[in-house]
């Protein structure tokens, strides 16, 4: 599929352009032990390398500069007895399907070689330091030989308006990857319910879904993003990451917790009681964002929007809020004052892919764009009260739900990727009984 992904941004190139990506490279956590390394998003969906330090040039019809050229680190024996064998140049062809592979210590001469021939190039400046160097050393050269019948590029051009629009759109090849994310991330969550306890700490229930996560078959640190897991009045944290509570008795938990398999994300939450039994208070407030999440993915559909989707779920939800006797506000008076945002805080959807926000604008102008086969976005509605939030009933206060799973747009309706993850109340239920 990476092949696929370099043919059709060549096919957006003019004869004489270069482009340039850059990959991620280390980076040092403290003295010197380094953060768990990602390939960078763009650079991979481009490459499917997994090194550091490298970078794809694409070259259209310029004379003596192949099409698809990678710069990977070199072999070096004692390098590798540190941290392990490389591709190197003599490697990274048959493992990458690029025929051209070259060290990266040639990469700054490259890079000056292709500027003296093209027309324009594409790169994205602010990326990697070094690399920015090289193609401001190669303008500043190039100025001073226009005499000499050189000229720099007439153009620098942002290649993620490409990039992105590509990446929004999921391959079938992708999306059996995305699958794989969303078959790990629902095992995660279903196999938790079951080992839940009360007076567990909440680091103990992170740290089982990491493991979980990583036994499954994800990759690097088993996890797309940093797991929540959120006790009680926690959940009206919306990016709560202390993980450090213990999760009492008669309260719920919220785990908004995703894999990554192939570096592409699955991003689901689940709240469920942490004794495996929902007080009927708990119960309003989840059937009603429940009801939300359904009214929400029936709303996906081709042609629809993402803000079709959400006023879906706001149309629910401020119903909800009228029942459970948080506002006597009709829902019409709700929308248009936006009160019901006092406790569904955010937006419902996120597109994602190879990052959990993943690349794609959600408008064109200020038109929301119709959702197309291919898009995949996540449905997350909530509801959030706090324990101090003295506007609504008692017996509400510091419940905080949100049910969020993976939606696949196709021409025959929504797929739910994390279908798998429970989530109706009784099967939540039984799920935390062992059954």
């Known amino acids: 599929m990476f092949q696929a992904h370099r043919r059709a941004f060549l096919d957006s190139m003019q004869e004489g352009d270069i482009a340039l990506f850059a990959g991620a490279c280390h ?9 768990p390394f990602r390939q960078d998003s763009d650079y991979y969906y481009l490459t499917g390398h997994r090194e550091s330090d490298g970078l794809l040039m694409l070259a259209k019809g310029l004379d003596g500069i192949p099409e698809e050229t990678i710069f990977v680190l070199p072999r070096d024996p004692k390098m590798e007895t540190w941290f392990g064998v490389r591709l190197g140049s ?3 062809p048959e493992a990458l399907g690029i025929a051209c592979a070259r060290v990266n210590t040639e990469l700054a001469a490259a890079i000056a070689d292709a500027m003296q021939k093209c027309t324009r190039i594409w790169y994205r400046l602010g990326g990697r330091a070094d690399v920015d160097a090289m193609v401001m050393k190669g303008f500043a050269h190039l100025r001073t030989q226009v005499r000499k019948g050189f000229a720099p590029p007439t153009a620098v051009l942002e290649p993620t308006h490409v990039l992105h629009e590509m990446r929004l759109f999921k391959s079938p090849a992708e999306m059996d990857v995305m699958r794989r994310a969303a078959a790990l991330s629902a095992k995660g969550h279903n196999l938790a319910m079951a080992m839940m ?5 909440e680091y103990e229930v992170e740290a089982f879904y990491n493991y979980t996560f990583r036994r499954a078959g994800a990759e690097s640190m088993g996890w797309s993003y940093g797991t929540i897991v959120a006790g009680g009045d926690h959940a009206n944290i919306l990016h709560y990451v202390e993980n450090d509570k213990p999760l009492n008795d ?4 919220l785990v908004d917790a995703g894999a990554e398999f192939g570096l592409y994300a699955g991003d689901i939450t689940r709240t469920y009681p942490v004794n495996g039994k929902f007080t009927d208070a708990q119960k309003e407030v989840y ?4 009801a939300a999440e359904k009214a929400s993915i029936a709303a996906s559909v081709v042609g629809a929007t ?3 989707v959400h006023n879906a779920s706001v149309q629910v939800l401020c119903s909800a809020l009228i029942t459970l006797g948080v506002t006597e506000d009709s829902v019409e008076k709700q929308v248009a004052s936006e009160s019901y945002k006092e406790w569904f805080l955010h937006n419902t959807s996120h597109w994602i892919g190879l990052d959990v926000h993943d690349a794609g604008k959600y408008r064109d102008g200020d038109h929301w764009r119709p959702l197309e086969p291919g898009m995949c976005f996540t449905i997350e509605p909530g509801l959030y009260f706090r324990a101090d939030d003295e506007r609504v009933p008692e017996r509400l206060r510091g419940i905080g739900v949100r049910i969020e799973d993976d939606i696949h747009v196709t021409v025959d309706g929504p797929e739910n990727l994390t279908i798998d993850a429970v989530k109706e109340i009784v099967d939540i239920e039984a799920t935390c009984a062992g059954n």
């Open 27 to 35: 980076v040092t956590r403290n003295h010197d032990v380094d953060f």
């Open 90 to 92: 003599e490697g990274a």
């Open 197 to 201: 306890q009360p007076g567990m700490m």
């Open 250 to 253: 008669g309260e719920l938990v």
């Open 287 to 290: 059937a009603a964002v429940l």
């Open 306 to 308: 993402l803000l079709d």
